[in-house]
């Protein structure tokens, strides 16, 4: 009896314990790689490894489930990197585990007790497929600055190039099945399986160092509204996710002029996916047509391509750079400022001797023009952008970021464990998603974005993401029977107008307790606020006159309202069949179609409220 209530004090002593755990806060900042050569800093955070202690510098990997350490052999891009010394400096150290005394050799990295599975989705670098069929794999102990010691940490050790070699330092993993974060939680070091990320601020006068919070977020750090999707480990094409499982989508980038005009980028009527890789060099890649459209906008002209740290970046004169911001506008309302010295910044490389330079002469703009390539959000995103990732809930949150040194660290953790916890509790729920694959679709739509607030007090983080499904069942099947309805009176006009997608903005669910809330949000419990996209399986169709502009000609076509996410292309036709035409005016049915032929097939986007809409038309 005298064990079992020891056995029981030790484990309701545990559950506190985990229950009131502080988050961690990693620095992410200039880290000088070896010590004989000055100023041979990299960017991340500062670590060591094995006995006697082996400094590193490491980068958050989103997708990586392990950590992958390069030893002597660094497989670093010789055409573009002259030397071992740059070689070493980019790969943030070489780690010697024949040196170490705590380093256990493994068959491969599922004996070391590591992830057999790595994301290996379209998209992401071709050669993790081959990550951990090839390297070589073991423990040993494991320190990050800012976090205690990991003892016994499964490692893999590369033995291909395997990425591109411009990403360069050794990967931290912190995808979902993360070693790394599943290795604190156990220990109890953090009560959750969340981390979240600033990058900071660089290449100004006063840098502000970036951080990686595990176990929570930095309320310091976030300003207004935030918005949270579901992670969506995918292809990037053809799907609602990608292979972060951080997949959103920008209705538009305007560029922000120092007289306080702005001019926009985008084409008219088009939305971009794009896939958040936190460890990517640039602000953004993206077709060709949308770099070469801000270079015209700005009146920016590129020499060349880098070759430097921001290895694909277009290099232009400084006497001669655009000075103006550049604001990101996502589907879901949220926008994002990206100062002018945070995208257009000096050159940089590692010099032959080792050391960090910087050409004043010679700027960097970061964004790359891609073909075939998925669109991309990278590092510097983060310089004005907040993100958090939770793996437990299986949600990520974005908010417009806050650069201070000031810190206020604020845990998070899902239902589950804050049951588990009850009044032991201090930090903040997110509830849980689940979803499956038929309900894709719709919950890739679904946002939760709170309302501003200037005291930060008492909601549940994304609670509309776990409420989402049936919350849109509910209005679906409701406005199936409006539609219904709609049909009869209507039956006999010439035309009409396509009903209104419904709009929903207050959906609440029970909070926990004691209430808390993310910065930026109502003191209430969690909402949904802004329009939702839906799927509709409804057997309504509605007449759409369409104007052929080229033979004048009125063509009647029978609309069928269809759930699209901004990509403007309808499911189970292909991109042969389709075409695009714009409203005249918002609310009517009065298309003209950029088309000549007599029957046409296409999607007609119609724009109300600040949502483009699409609507399905086939030939009547």
């Known amino acids: 009896m005298h064990l079992l209530l020891s056995l029981l004090f030790a484990a309701t002593a545990s559950c506190a314990s985990t229950c009131n755990t502080e988050p961690l806060s990693l620095p992410i900042r200039d880290v000088q790689v070896l010590p004989n050569v000055d100023k041979s800093l990299m960017r991340g955070i500062s670590a060591s490894i094995g006995s006697p202690e082996q400094n590193i510098v490491l980068l958050p990997w989103a997708e990586l489930n392990n950590t992958w350490i390069y030893d002597d052999q660094p497989y670093c891009d010789k055409t573009v990197i002259w030397n071992d010394r740059i070689c070493q400096i980019r790969r943030g150290g070489f780690y010697d585990e024949a040196n170490s005394t705590s380093f256990t050799k493994a068959s491969d990295i599922g004996d070391a007790g590591g992830s057999t599975n790595e994301v290996s989705f379209q ?11 090839t390297g070589l794999a073991g423990t040993d102990n494991l320190t990050l600055e800012g976090a205690p010691t990991v003892d016994d940490l499964p490692i893999g050790i590369p033995r291909l190039k395997w990425d591109a070699g411009y990403t360069m330092l050794h990967p931290l993993g912190l995808g979902s099945n993360s070693t790394y974060l599943n290795a604190l939680k156990e220990a109890g070091k953090v009560s959750s399986r969340v981390w979240s990320i600033f990058w900071g601020r660089m290449w100004v006068k006063t840098p502000i160092d970036g951080s990686l919070v595990l176990g929570g977020y930095d309320e310091e750090k976030v300003i207004g509204a935030n918005y949270t999707a579901p992670l969506r480990y995918d292809d990037y094409t053809g799907t609602a996710g990608c292979w972060t499982g951080m997949k959103i989508t920008i209705s538009d980038i305007r560029v922000n002029f120092r007289d306080g005009s702005d001019e926009s980028i985008f084409p008219s009527n088009t939305a971009l996916p794009c896939c958040i890789v936190p460890q990517r060099q640039l602000l953004l890649e993206a077709p060709g047509a949308y770099v ?38 996502l589907n879901s309302g949220l926008q994002i400022r990206v100062p002018n010295d945070q995208y257009i910044v000096p050159f940089v490389d590692i010099e ?45 949150t974005l908010w417009q970021g806050n650069p201070t040194q000031r810190s206020k660290l604020v845990q998070v953790y899902d239902q589950k464990t804050a049951d588990e916890c009850g009044k032991d509790g201090t930090g903040i729920v997110q509830p849980t998603v689940s979803a499956g694959p038929d309900e894709e679709t719709r919950e890739s739509a679904v946002q939760s974005e709170a309302s501003p607030s200037s005291s930060p007090s008492g909601a549940v983080i994304g609670g509309a993401v776990a409420g989402a499904v049936v919350l849109i069942a509910v209005l679906c099947l409701g406005a199936f029977f409006l539609l219904r309805r709609k049909r009869k009176t209507v039956a006999g006009q010439e035309s009409s107008a396509p ?53 004048g000609q009125i063509l009647q076509l ?10 403007g292309r309808g499911s189970g036709m292909g991109d042969d069949a389709l075409q695009t035409v714009t409203s005249t005016t918002p609310n009517t049915s009065g298309m003209e179609a950029r ?26």
């Open 292 to 329: 070469s459209r801000f270079e015209d906008v700005t009146g920016t002209n590129h020499t060349e391509n880098s070759y430097g740290l921001h290895w694909s970046a277009r290099l232009i004169d400084a006497d001669k750079a655009f000075d103006g911001d550049i604001t990101f506008h």
């Open 352 to 396: 032959r001797s080792g050391a960090r330079v910087t050409k004043p002469k010679t700027k960097e703009l970061l964004m790359n023009g891609v073909a075939d390539q998925p669109a991309t959000l990278g590092r510097y995103f983060l310089t004005a952008a907040y993100l958090m990732v939770n793996h437990d809930a299986g949600t990520f």
């Open 499 to 551: 009903p209104e997608y419904v709009h929903y903005d207050k959906a609440e669910f029970p909070a926990w307790s004691p209430p808390q809330e993310m910065a930026g949000c109502k003191p209430m419990p969690a909402e949904a606020q802004g329009q939702f996209h839906f799927v509709y399986e409804l057997d309504v169709t509605l007449d759409c006159p369409i104007k052929d502009l080229h033979t």
């Open 558 to 567: 029978k609309c069928t309202p269809l759930c699209e996410d901004g990509s």
């Open 123 to 133: 998209g992401a670098e071709s050669g993790i497929k081959k990550l951990v069929a």
């Open 595 to 620: 088309s000549s032929l007599p029957k046409f097939r296409g999607l007609l986007q119609v724009t109300h409220c600040h949502h483009k809409r699409q609507w399905l038309a086939g030939s009547s």
